[in-house]
């Protein structure tokens, strides 16, 4: 008998090893697409935001619809809240309050 003999590893095993490595490329790239879908959510809102932004300072940004409303507020201040909505769904809401003397500060 060979002295070499029994070392290695068996078929099964190999096969069991490449089950688990397959396993984990597998999950590790789920999770990677989790991360950019996230990611571009996260890029989507902060443009949505950004635009809403824009508006407040009386810059319409082109390829968004925004809604103004201003509402009287306390001490003769106004509250200007802006909705947007632009390309791929996006959409954003802020408010701002302006108060006296207002100049031409107002949206």
């Known amino acids: 008998m060979n002295g070499n003999a029994g070392r290695g590893f068996s078929l099964a095993e ?7 490595l397959s396993l984990s ?5 789920q999770y990677h697409q989790q991360l950019v879908n996230s990611y571009q959510r996260q890029w989507a ?8 932004a824009q508006v407040l300072a009386g810059k319409t ?3 968004w619809r925004s809604d103004i409303r201003r509402q009287p507020a306390a ?3 106004l509250r200007v809240t ?5 390309p791929l769904r996006r959409e ?11 100049g031409d500060r107002l949206p």
């Open 45 to 52: 809102q902060r443009e949505a935001v950004r635009a809403a």
């Open 82 to 86: 802006v909705h947007t909505e632009g």
């Open 75 to 77: 001490n003769g201040c």
């Open 61 to 63: 940004p082109a390829g």
């Open 25 to 29: 490329v597998l999950l590790l790239s």
């Open 14 to 20: 190999c096969l069991i090893a490449l089950l688990i």
């Open 92 to 102: 954003a809401t802020l408010q701002q309050l302006f108060c006296p003397p207002f």
